[in-house]
């Protein structure tokens, strides 16, 4: 089992930056593929960033490319998002996801099931 806990939202005016920090439990981290997926008020869940399981991999949504970068730490069990550059339309619920089979598909990247676990998330509000 996997839990993950997210940190690091808040509100943050246009053009600033945030950090948010996902905090994994359990031994499989650092062999799964990390994203992390964001949820606007009345708008589906959507793909922002993933992580291969050793770092050396990473994809973006086009919305957020040149913004965000995605890191992680496997010896701490810790996924990072850095957001810079934020704009209103960045302001959702951000969840970070656990992908327990490791793949790295490009196609399969930025699509929900692919990830097994789903940290509580948290909110991030960016004002104009």
């Known amino acids: 089992q996997v839990q993950l806990v997210e940190s690091g939202g808040g509100l943050v005016q246009a053009g600033g930056s945030l950090r948010l920090s996902c905090a994994a439990s359990?031994?499989?981290?650092?062999?799964?593929?990390m994203g992390w997926f964001r949820q606007a008020p009345g708008k589906e869940r959507e793909f922002v960033a993933a992580?291969?399981?050793?770092?050396?991999?990473?994809f973006f949504a086009d919305s957020v490319k040149g913004r965000f970068s995605i890191s992680r730490d496997n010896a701490k069990n810790t996924l990072y998002l850095r957001m810079n550059s934020l704009k209103p339309e960045d302001t959702a619920v951000y969840y970070c996801?656990?992908?327990?089979?490791?793949?790295?598909?490009?196609?399969?990247?930025?699509?929900?099931?692919?990830?097994?676990?789903w940290g509580q998330g948290t909110q991030v509000t960016v004002s104009s």
């Open positions: 996801a656990s992908g327990s089979r490791g793949r790295w598909l490009i196609s399969t990247i930025p699509i929900s099931s692919e990830y097994d676990y």
């Open positions: 359990g031994r499989t981290f650092s062999s799964s593929t």
């Open positions: 992580i291969s399981w050793n770092g050396g991999n990473t």
